[in-house]
């Protein structure tokens, strides 16, 4: 399978997740509105997620998938699917043991993740959802095990649909089980908590038939003698040793996260949920396009380096790197220029209101400004992970950290919950620039040529592209025009397509052949 057809394939079914994740979301919106319970919520959901980030596609990953490919590649299938089982079981018992320490310490979680809810009925309600979700990590963990796995094997297709299943879940949970809870009684938003339990363990239960069936299912040591067994196996110990940076690195962006949602809960209710829906925006392009390319590209970069294939690294990483351009620069111009008819055309319903519909707007136009850095990270990392080199992103990582506290300071004051977006987007783009310059600096990666007429083509393009959506934004009235629903949404549309054809036009009048591209 070409690298093209794979990243297709897994955008494709990312772009499903996404889109019923913003069904989702848009039902949340218009039945629960923006308010100190949504933020409870979030704030639960946001605690699992941040143990994910350690335990799943996070550390775990940037650590498994790497020595998985490079003993495939170096030591054969039978000696891989022993390295799986041995992973599968030490996960087993660090997860079990994590959820129970998890439940029982949720208040303290709480606290450390927005002591702003403290003493309110919003941080009881957050406690008891966080206990609720806790174990989604342990599901979630698992999943990313077997995705790990399936995806070395260029089996794509399957983990990038299972996302999917969490979504139908909530979606489900919203519109069937939180009126039946009001008509109890009971807090509506409690019903949430109860979908995404759901939603994790239907994305681990099709994973592992898909798994069987390729002669891969790992089988979890559950005596004393099986446990010791896979504690000392070789590569289980290389994987802990990258680990330990790479939880350094993740633990370094976790930890800004919840400073971020720690000032957030301390400004204007409903701040944490303003900052949510514009997060859940950013991840239609953060996903289509940095998730999938790195979902593609780490195996592929540790298979070549474990070969000790110079060209093809380097010219994966180019392929990269031009896609990212292509796709990122016109995104962010679009963000930029037409946050709010896009914000109120999908949420401006139900208990959401106008004036929250300009709130998400301003923080979707701060995440906006780092969209180019965000979607890079996702190449770019993946080139250091597949050399098993966890430090240097993580030391630019914790400066990172430092540099988004500090512009923090300087825009939280004056943009509130805008500032923290923009402190995000910002940094973000100095993370990227960093971890670009050192790649070039060991000579992993050497760009090819035609990079400065590639770089002024899209800029042109994307200008033009932005010229006609700020036209579009201030000619109409979107938040007025939600009187007429399917009116406002056909606009939209109009307004995107034409967006599209005016870039790829502009970049097809330049001699810009993006068909070539993609191939190559």
């Not at 300071?409 to 783009?429: F, N, T």
């Amino acid at each position: 399978m070409s690298l093209f057809k794979a990243a297709s394939t897994v955008s494709l079914l990312t772009l499903a997740s996404r889109v019923t994740g913003l069904v989702r979301d848009l039902i949340m919106a218009s039945m629960f509105g923006a308010n100190a319970l949504t933020d409870a919520f979030n704030v639960a959901f946001r605690i699992p997620n941040l143990f994910r980030r350690l335990f799943a596609e996070g550390a775990f990953s940037q650590a498994f998938i790497p020595v998985l490919a490079t003993t495939k590649t170096q030591d054969g299938e039978e000696r891989t699917r022993a390295l799986v089982a041995n992973v599968a079981t030490v996960l087993f018992w660090v997860l079990l043991l994590t959820c129970v320490v998890g439940v029982a310490g949720a208040p303290v979680l709480v606290w450390l993740l927005a002591s702003g809810l403290d003493g309110s009925h919003a941080h009881e309600a957050a406690v008891l959802m966080t206990r609720w979700m806790f174990p989604y990590i342990g599901f979630m963990s698992l999943v990313a095990l077997c995705a790990g796995v399936l995806n070395t094997w260029k089996q794509f297709a399957v983990p990038a649909a299972t996302p999917v299943l969490l979504n139908v879940c909530m979606i489900a949970a919203a519109v069937l089980l939180a009126p039946w809870m009001g008509r109890q009684g009971l807090e509506p938003i409690y019903a949430m908590a109860a979908g995404v339990m759901l939603g994790g363990v239907l994305q681990l239960a099709v994973q592992l038939p898909v798994l069987k069936k390729l002669g891969l299912l790992p089988r979890i040591g559950l005596s004393p003698v099986a446990v010791r067994a896979a504690w000392s196996d070789g590569g289980v110990r290389r994987i802990l040793a990258l680990m330990a940076p790479a939880l350094l690195g993740v633990g370094v962006a976790q930890v800004s996260l919840m400073i971020n949602t720690q000032i957030a809960s301390y400004l204007t209710p409903g701040s944490v949920t303003w900052l949510f829906y514009a997060d859940r925006l950013m991840e239609f392009p953060t996903a289509l396009l940095g998730v999938a390319l790195g979902v593609v590209l780490t195996p592929q970069l540790a298979s070549a380096k474990a070969a000790g294939d110079a060209q093809r690294y380097s010219g994966m990483l180019d392929w990269g790197l031009r896609l990212v351009v292509l796709l990122a620069v016109p995104s962010a111009v679009a963000l930029l220029t037409f946050a709010e008819p896009l914000v109120a055309t999908l949420f401006h319903r139900g208990a959401l209101q106008g004036s929250d519909v300009s709130q998400i707007a301003v923080a979707l136009v701060g995440y906006g400004a780092g969209l180019l850095g965000l979607v890079a990270i996702k190449v770019l990392a993946p080139g250091y992970f597949a050399s098993q080199d966890m430090r240097t992103p993580v030391k630019i990582a914790m400066a990172v950290l430092v540099l988004t506290q500090v512009l923090n300071v300087v825009l939280v004051p004056w943009l509130a919950h805008a500032g923290l977006a923009l402190s995000i987007g910002l940094a973000a783009l100095v993370n990227a620039l960093w971890l670009l310059i050192g790649l070039l600096r060991r000579g992993a990666y050497q760009p090819g040529p035609g990079w400065v007429k590639y770089g002024l083509q899209v800029l042109a393009a994307s200008a033009l592209l932005g010229a006609f959506l700020l036209w579009g934004q201030g000619h109409w009235n979107w938040q007025a025009l939600g009187a007429h629903e399917w009116q406002r949404a056909g606009l939209m549309a109009l307004m995107l397509g034409g967006a599209g054809m005016v870039y790829f036009g502009v970049l097809l009048a330049t001699g810009l052949r993006v068909r070539t591209l993609l191939r190559r």
